[in-house]
Each structure stands twice: as structure tokens, then as C-alpha cells.
T-cell receptor, first 115, second 111 residues
Framework: DQQVKQNSPSLSVQEGRISILNCDYT??????FLWYKKYPAEGPTFLIS?????DKNEDGRFTVFLNKSAKHLSLHIVPSQPGDSAVYFC??????????????FGKGTKLSVIP | ETGVTQTPRHLVMGMTNKKSLKCEQH?????MYWYKQSAKKPLELMFV???????ENNSVPSRFSPECPNSSHLFLHLHTLQPEDSALYLC??????????FGSGTQLSVL
């Protein structure tokens, strides 16, 4: 059973408009959430994160919102640019052994920003 | 450039071959990871090494064998793979609880 769900496999947005990517998780004990962005033929790169003690974190054009009661996470990109076209992965952090931690990922949402 | 380098970028192998994937991180991190990304599936964690000790093995078949000789290098040794093992294999590293940095991956095709 998936712990992290991204129900929209793809999203198309006009350049300059807002992109909203959604993510749902199952375990209310998760305490740290991340968004990664992946271009073809490259590994995922970290975009933005949020701790469970906050409900919003902003970094330039990117804002992540956390709704703990709904176990829902969203990423807003505004204004959207063609270079934002990529696959976006939602991830939750799960403590691992000996100081490491694991990330559990959603399946990703492919964002296409149309010029 | 994320500071995590994976080689080779592409690999085609037969089911009877033995090959190895290599990962090197130049970030001074103390944990390294192997993830697998198959088509239309989430990234799946395979192995975690922290301070050169394997701390996680997520029910990965024995035909995948990791090796971490030091904190900067991680290998994934492959033998007698199956066609369904074809996927993108991603290495990542981290320092403690900080975010993961990923390499570009090795696209593996098993014929």
C-alpha cells in the first residue's frame, strides 16, 4: 500500500499561470516532507521542504503548503515557466538506522508548462 | 552537478552477465543509498549505508549485491538479472538528517 500518493500523473499549465501539484500521505506520524524535481536523463534534485511544525514554506516562485489534518501536501509554482517542465516527486522522510533516513516517494506528476 | 557521480550512465547486459554500477560522492556525506525507478512506479529504496555499514535492505533479491568500501564510494554488483530488473538505478547520499543528493542514474536494460 502506497504511503505517498500523487494522484495526477500529469498536469499542463500555461506559462505565467499557477501550477499546483498535490500529494497525499497516509501516516500522521510523518514529520518532514520534501519535493524533488526530475528532468529526463537526470537524477531528482531537491526543490523545497517543510517540517510538520509549519503549514507553509516559501522559496521564490515555489511554495509548499501542508495540511496535517487532511494529510495533504501541495506545491505551488507561480508564475510557471517553460523550464519548470519536469516530473515532480513528493517524498516523506522516515527515520532509518544509524543516523540515516529514508525517503518514501510518490509516483510523480509530470508538469508541462506551455509557452 | 550534484556532487554525486554515477557510472556508467547506460548499461545493457544479458541475463548471464555480471556487471557493477559505481557511485562516488564528493560532498563529505556519511550515508549512501541505492534507489530503483521502474516505469510508472515510485522510486523504491533498495539499500542504505550509514558510516559504511549497511543499515537497510528492503527485501532486495540476492542477485543485487551492494558494497560500500568507504564513505565516498558505493557499488551495486549485478549478476543473473532478469528482464524485469530493467530500470533506472539511482545513487544518493546525505549527511545525517539532511536532504538527499542524487546522481544522474544508470539506465539498465537486461536482455
Amino acid at each position: 500500500d502506497q504511503q505517498v500518493k500523487q494522484n495526477s500523473p500529469s498536469l499542463s499549465v500555461q506559462e505565467g499561470r499557477i501550477s499546483i501539484l498535490n500529494c497525499d500521505y497516509t501516516n500522521s506520524m510523518f514529520d518532514y516532507f520534501l519535493w524533488y524535481k526530475k528532468y529526463p536523463a537526470e537524477g531528482p534534485t531537491f526543490l523545497i521542504s517543510i517540517s510538520s511544525i509549519k503549514d507553509k514554506n516559501e522559496d521564490g516562485r515555489f511554495t509548499v503548503f501542508l495540511n496535517k489534518s487532511a494529510k495533504h501536501l501541495s506545491l505551488h509554482i507561480v508564475p510557471s515557466q517553460p523550464g519548470d517542465s519536469a516530473v515532480y516527486f513528493c517524498a516523506v522522510r522516515v527515520p532509518g538506522g544509524a543516523g540515516s533516513y529514508q525517503l518514501t516517494f510518490g509516483k510523480g506528476t509530470k508538469l508541462s508548462v506551455i509557452p | 552537478e550534484t556532487g554525486v557521480t554515477q557510472t556508467p550512465r547506460h548499461l545493457v547486459m544479458g541475463m548471464t552477465n555480471k556487471k557493477s554500477l559505481k557511485c562516488e560522492q564528493h560532498l563529505g556525506h556519511n550515508a549512501m543509498y541505492w534507489y530503483k525507478q521502474s516505469a510508472k512506479k515510485p522510486l523504491e529504496l533498495m539499500f542504505v549505508y550509514s558510516l559504511e555499514e549497511r543499515v537497510e535492505n528492503n527485501s532486495v533479491p540476492s542477485r543485487f549485491s551492494p558494497e560500500c568500501p568507504n564513505s565516498s564510494h558505493l557499488f551495486l554488483h549485478l549478476h543473473t538479472l532478469q528482464p524485469e530488473d530493467s530500470a533506472l538505478y539511482l545513487c544518493a547520499s546525505s549527511r545525517g538528517n539532511e536532504k538527499l543528493f542524487f546522481g544522474s542514474g544508470t539506465q539498465l536494460s537486461v536482455l
